[in-house]
């Protein structure tokens, strides 16, 4: 079982950049594939960016392509959603999710672990 505690998120400016980070517990961190996904009010929530356990894959939404980037330290236990070129319609809750497949899945259900989410507004 892993834990999982997003941080910082916060208010910027459209054009504007954040980096958000989760933060695991345990000590198998590094065999678990990491996700990013959001939602905002009213809508479902949606894959933002995933990475497998080795860093040698990753998958980005066609609306963040180009903008966001997603790493991992598995010596830290921590993965990052790099945010650059921020738009309005980025306001979102952001949050972490781990699961042991080997594919990275774009669809919430099969993510095992989510953590409690970090908000995200873009103003414009």
């Known amino acids: 079982q892993v834990q999982l505690v997003e941080s910082g998120g916060g208010l910027v400016q459209a054009g504007g950049s954040l980096r958000l980070s989760c933060a695991a517990s345990?000590?198998?961190?590094?065999?678990?594939?990491m996700g990013w996904f959001r939602q905002a009010p009213g809508k479902e929530r949606e894959f933002v960016a995933g990475?497998?356990?080795?860093?040698?894959?990753?998958v980005y939404a066609d609306s963040v392509k180009g903008r966001f980037t997603i790493s991992r330290d598995n010596a830290k236990n921590t993965v990052y959603l790099q945010m650059n070129s921020l738009k309005p319609e980025d306001t979102a809750v952001y949050y972490c999710?781990?699961?042991?497949?080997?594919?990275?899945?774009?669809?919430?259900?099969?993510?095992?672990?989510w953590g409690q989410g970090t908000q995200v507004t873009v103003s414009s």
């Open positions: 345990g000590r198998t961190f590094s065999s678990y594939g």
């Open positions: 990475i497998n356990r080795r860093s040698s894959s990753t």
């Open positions: 999710a781990a699961d042991q497949a080997t594919l990275i899945y774009t669809t919430p259900s099969r993510w095992d672990y």
